[in-house]
């Protein structure tokens, strides 16, 4: 491929053409030519390329070994001018066809365009989109050894590395190298009987990173994307010989009613079995070691609405999918496979989000993400949330304020929560000071409001007695009586003061509880 000024051509060593490859070529015959070595509908990708430009010259060589060479025309204001730019292109291409090869050196076919500005703009983009997804089209296309292309007097070099083959419970998995410039890049993908579910992984220095499929990236493809699909909502691609295309090469038929339509039936049959695999891959790729963003393969989201998608019908199955998910063990963390459930994801909307994971994580150690990757998983669930129409703290693994408290709330006692703060940090001495700054700091980030609900629904304010308790009506007290033999006179009396009175080291905002004075104490002693 080389872009030059408002010139772009492409040059292939592959098949020779055969004249009736030729008359489709020009005419773009409607019916799928199936041939052994080609797939889709002979003529659909070539149409494509008319983004670039409506005039193409045409050079190339026939099975016969003779040569041609000659511009087919597609401008046109109407059908009547259409078809005769069309045949006066075919009897271009007959006059042209001898024994002279019109092509440079090994290539057995030239395509170029003449640009326009919009063209231009057209093939900048397509050529940096390239880059993404040639990996995908070497991985799937094993004739296809290296592609060249020259732009901006930059050359990119994407070329066919080793090819691994393993068997993984019971599924064939190929992890294919392909190298772009010196960047190593890998495909992964599982080899179903009629489809291959990809993902795409680059070394980076020791770690090899997951490469996002967001929506620069076709998630179809026939040997080669189908462009238009880039918004059908999965974090992988599927790759099919077998997809029925739609005739503008942009999506496959799945549309809701498929009664009598076997090629509906197959193309959702051949869709369900691979997002089926997306639980295999993850297992396959987190079981290596040094993997990094596996959160990646979890990014499902709802599917654009395309108008030849039954969309109720893909979003129930990635529902399914993501129930999986959830609680399928395949999320690795500090060398420990757990499910997404048993994660614990801080999540906070009021709280600085690096002041809530540091909170959370002097607790819980084990079950947290790096906080690197925390907005990263977040993003998880609000793909999951959008989809199932959930609220994103519902899901289980995401920990927020109330479900902070009502682990703090299952602890009981001070002591309990020290224990969990001296575990995560062993050069915490064994007194409750921990505890109590831990408290102070709690307390500290949430507002006002937040703190008057949450106590009032949670054990969570510590009393003298190191108990953990709730607010109930105007207990507990602040301590105003600073007098620890009152507090032992009223232990006398049957009355627990200290149980009604927050530790004294603890400190709320201003207006949450009301003070308990030593003439209160007194008098109801007296009583």
């Known amino acids: 491929v080389v872009l030059d000024g408002n010139k772009l051509s492409f040059f292939h060593t592959g098949d020779e053409f055969a004249n009736d490859d030729i008359i489709h070529l020009i005419f773009h015959g409607s019916s799928k030519i199936i041939l052994e070595g080609k797939t889709g509908r002979f003529g659909t990708g070539f149409m494509t390329t008319h983004l670039l430009s409506r005039k193409v010259n045409i050079a190339g060589k026939l099975s016969d070994q003779t040569y041609f060479k000659f511009e087919l025309n597609r401008e046109a204001i109407d059908v009547k001018q259409q078809q005769t ?61 290296d592609i060249q292309i020259d732009y901006k007097s930059s050359p990119i070099s994407i070329k066919r590395g080793p090819k691994e083959e393993k068997i993984f419970e019971n599924y064939t998995i190929i992890n294919q190298e392909i190298v772009l410039n010196d960047i190593i890049k890998y495909v992964v993908f599982v080899k179903l009987e009629n489809s291959d579910v990809a993902v795409l992984m680059e070394k980076k220095e020791r770690t090899i990173r997951i490469i996002e499929l967001n929506e ?198 001070l002591e309990e929560v020290n224990s969990y703060l001296i575990k995560n940090d062993p050069t915490k001495n064994t007194e409750l000071t921990p505890s109590i700054n831990w408290f102070n700091k709690l307390f500290s980030l949430l507002s006002k409001e937040q703190t008057t609900s949450l106590v009032s629904e949670y054990n969570i304010i510590p009393n003298q007695n190191k108990f953990l308790i709730k607010k109930n009506l105007n207990v507990p007290f602040l301590d105003r009586i600073n007098n620890e033999n009152i507090k032992d006179v009223s232990l006398s009396f049957g009355w627990d003061i200290r149980s009604e009175l927050i530790d004294q080291d603890v400190i709320f905002h201003e207006g949450i509880f009301i003070p308990q004075t030593i003439e209160k104490v007194l008098t109801k002693i007296s009583k």
């Open 85 to 145: 730019n069309l045949e006066n292109s075919y009897n271009l291409f007959c006059d042209s066809n001898n024994t002279i090869n019109y092509c440079d050196g090994i290539y057995n076919t030239v395509f170029t365009y003449n640009l326009s500005d919009h063209g231009i703009k057209v093939a900048h983009g397509g050529i940096r989109q390239l880059q993404e997804i040639l990996p995908f089209v070497l991985a799937f296309n094993e004739k296809i050894e």
């Open 216 to 413: 620069d990236y076709p998630k179809l493809f026939l040997d080669f994307p189908l462009f238009g699909t880039e918004k059908f909502g999965c974090p992988i691609v599927i790759n099919s010989p077998n997809f029925d295309l739609r005739g503008e090469r942009d999506g496959i038929y799945l549309s809701g009613d498929d009664k009598d339509k076997p090629s509906i039936i197959e193309n959702k049959k051949i869709i369900s079995n691979s997002l089926n695999c997306l639980i295999i891959l993850i297992k396959f790729i987190s079981d290596k070691n040094n993997i990094a963003e596996i959160y990646n393969l979890f990014k499902i989201v709802k599917p654009f609405e395309y108008t030849w998608l039954h969309k109720i019908w893909l979003e129930n199955l990635y529902i399914n999918i993501i129930n999986d998910l959830l609680n399928s063990e395949i999320v690795k963390l500090k060398n420990k496979s757990i499910s997404l459930n048993d994660m614990i994801l801080p999540y906070s909307r009021s709280i600085d989000a690096n002041h809530f994971y540091k909170l959370v994580t002097d607790l819980i150690h084990d079950l947290t993400p790096l906080f690197e990757e925390v907005n990263e998983w977040i993003k998880v669930a609000d793909g999951f949330s959008k989809l199932g129409s959930l609220d994103i703290t519902k899901y289980r693994f995401i920990f927020n304020e109330e479900k902070l408290c009502e682990f703090i709330e299952e602890k009981k006692t």
